[in-house]
């Protein structure tokens, strides 16, 4: 499931606005309707479920429940050239 991320947190009560341009994502691309409930991303990294509902001036939501985190794992990263011209090393390293 997409995980869609809210640029400001909930009040105290759970409720949240959501822009008309993240409103249009959510109904026409990841096609969420009122009353159904889609995951989130908080600004703090932390991730729950929230419901969306239709208000008097467009669509907002209602934080639900807290979600476990699973833990984030670092992979090494590996970068692999073949044999550069000297002037192409440079811009890779640049890059």
């Known amino acids: 499931?997409?995980?869609?991320p809210l640029s400001q947190f909930p009040d105290s009560q759970g409720r949240f606005e959501i822009p008309p341009e993240q409103a249009h994502h959510l109904t026409k691309v990841l096609r969420i309707r009122a009353g159904h409930t889609f995951e989130v991303s908080l600004p703090n990294g932390r991730r729950g479920r929230a419901r969306l509902v239709q208000e008097?001036?467009?669509?907002g939501g209602i934080w639900l429940e807290e979600s476990e985190?699973?833990?984030?794992?670092?992979l090494p990263a590996w970068l692999g050239i073949g044999i550069l011209k000297l002037s192409r090393l440079?811009?890779?390293?640049?890059k």
């Open 69 to 74: 985190s699973p833990s984030l794992t670092t």
């Open 90 to 94: 440079e811009w890779l390293v640049e």
């Open 56 to 59: 008097a001036v467009g669509l």
């Open 1 to 4: 499931m997409p995980v869609f």
